[in-house]
């Protein structure tokens, strides 16, 4: 569905591209590309990421950090209060919210678009309502599913936005266009679950290494068809769900992180003498030495040769 948001515009009212609404020292960026190796859970830099962006609301879900020396060494864009971020990849696409003072330095992943208005420009709060708004905001628009990939991936399906341009795909996707009473993230869902996946696929062709669907299979794939409203509900509670389970992996991995710190502490300090109490009364380890010592040059001296000490003689 395409908009033309001039159509019914006040007279003193107008309409333009973002970056011509933005003051001299107005930014318009996308994320930064921060890798899983860029990441430190001990760093002083927090970065936002898709979770943390809500419609209107800061949620402030994740996380994840790097350090300040890599957030500098990959030229990261530093987010400051009154930020407009916007989320590049659903559910849904497009929403907004103003970032918040958070106490401490911040960057945002490559999937959150930046915006900040600047001075002498328009207001943040204003410009979210509007970016969050049906006529501005993108609307969702078909699922695509993928009916050429290696088994592991194939039947992968997400959600594609209307960005009111022209767009074609490529010949291993297959588009499904939905009537109103379906929700494309509950659909879209069901095709990624185990369910979904095993009856979108159990009829697949296979070749070496790859296996393919067409759209009869696709087409005779049964799909569970609540409520509307309750279809909503699920896709909601699916998209909460799964930023826990990803928070919980995160909380997970620095266990494990601060568990193979933790090791080489231990090791450290038991042999820095640190691990255990000493005991004044305990003989001192020089005097096991230099008695090992003293016995060892007893035994060369004499040439004892009772067992454990020194070699044999060879006996004709």
Partial sequence: MKHDIGRSLPPSWTSGPLPLLLGHDG???????????????????????LADIGEGTFRD?????????????????Y?????????????????????????RRCVTAVDVCIVRPGSDSVNPTWLMHAINSPDIRVAISDIVIN?????????????????????VFESNMM??????????RFLRDYLNSPTGKRRLTVNAKWAVNQASINQQDVARTVVPMPPLREQHRIAEEVERLLSEAKNCL????RGVQRA??????????????????QDPADEPASAL????????????????????RGRKRKTA
């Fill in 175 to 184: 588009r499904l266009s939905l009537t109103s009473n379906l929700d494309r």
């Fill in 61 to 77: 879900r994740s996380n994840r950090f790097l350090t300040s020396s890599r957030a500098n060494e990959l030229g990261c864009t």
């Fill in 147 to 167: 009916r050429v990939n290696s088994p592991g991936h194939l039947g992968k399906a997400l959600v594609v936005a209307d960005r009111h341009v022209s767009a």
């Fill in 289 to 308: 030495l230099e008695r090992i010592r003293a016995d060892r040059q007893k035994t060369q001296a004499t040439g004892d040769g009772s067992p454990g």
């Fill in 27 to 49: 930014v318009v960026s996308d994320g930064d590309w921060v890798e899983t190796k860029d990441q430190d859970p001990a760093g002083d830099v927090r970065l936002i990421q």
């Fill in 250 to 253: 995160v909380i997970a991995e």
């Fill in 260 to 277: 193979r710190r933790l090791r080489q502490s231990i090791l450290r300090w038991a042999f820095e003498g640190k691990l255990v109490d």
């Fill in 79 to 103: 987010l400051q209060p009154g930020d407009l971020l916007v989320a590049r990849m659903p559910d849904p696409l497009g929403r907004a919210c103003i970032f918040p003072r958070m106490g």
